[in-house]
């Protein structure tokens, strides 16, 4: 016995048009990401997938993807929980820098490193910051967690007991779980999920409004790799992830 488990990375954000260092900075869907969202709630109506809860991280780009999904697979009304332990990777002192220009400013190898290597934060980004999150009240209640950089680590720590408290006891009572979450939180999933190794999960990118839905045994071990609704075009998406800020 299984139970179905789909994640979604938000569509395009302002930022990843811009190509823009984004983690906690809370920006909003442009156009194109907006009907990526539509279109994710289509593929999952054409296949019959329907979500009977949602979880989503306290970023509006992600609620804005889950409403848009579950408005265009009728499933608008369903229960919604939201945490922190499913934003985005916090990218410290790179936030709202450009991609392009740090490249080319630090090169290749360090520009990786802070982008996909296991256990490398970035430097720490100032509570002064104008991109920092010190003052926003959505995250009063978790101050003493309240990251100022992670690598993807530190994600993992914080989001596998959500996993386990919340989301996985949600797929045992029988129910369709929706997660929108990030690119960096759902590799960090992902990962979890698949048992990825620490150098491997390096070359796993997630394309954003592309659904990839997992069978999910009680003990919370995927009966098979999670499967893109659409591969090819997750791939081709994927493949434009990692090359962000090398053109
Ligand atoms: O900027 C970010 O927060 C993430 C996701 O958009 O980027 P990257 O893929 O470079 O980790």
Avoid at 69 to 90: F, G, K, Q, Y
Avoid at 108 to 117: A, G, L, T, V
Wanted: proline share 6%.
């Amino acid at each position: 016995m299984t139970n179905t488990l789909i994640l979604l990375r938000h569509g395009q954000s302002e930022w990843n048009q811009k190509n823009l260092f984004t983690g906690w900075v809370d920006v909003r869907l442009t156009e194109q990401g907006r009907g990526e969202a539509v279109r994710a709630g289509e593929q999952l109506a054409a296949a019959g997938l329907q979500p009977d809860v949602l979880h989503t991280s306290l970023l509006s780009r992600a609620i804005q993807t889950a409403n848009l999904a579950l408005d265009s697979a009728d499933r608008l009304w369903i229960p919604v929980t939201r945490s922190w332990r499913l934003n985005e990777r916090h990218y410290g002192a790179l936030q709202g820098l450009d991609k392009a220009e740090t490249l080319a400013k630090y090169g290749e190898e360090q520009f990786m490193e802070w982008r996909r290597s296991f256990d490398t934060p970035p430097p720490a980004l100032d509570d002064a910051s104008e991109w920092s999150q010190a003052n926003d009240p959505r995250y009063d209640g978790i101050d003493g967690e309240r990251p100022q950089t992670e690598c993807l680590k530190d994600v993992i720590d914080r989001l596998v007991p959500y996993w386990e408290q919340s989301i996985l006891p949600d797929l045992n009572s029988g129910k369709t779980v929706l997660v929108t979450a990030h690119g960096n939180s759902l590799r960090a999933l992902v990962k979890h999920l698949d048992g990825i190794s620490d150098a491997d999960i390096a070359g796993v990118n997630i394309p954003t409004g592309m659904p990839l839905v997992y069978q999910i045994n009680a003990d919370g071990t995927p009966a098979a790799p999670g499967e893109y609704l659409d591969p090819e075009a997750a791939a081709t998406a994927a493949a434009a992830v990692a090359a962000q800020g090398k053109h």
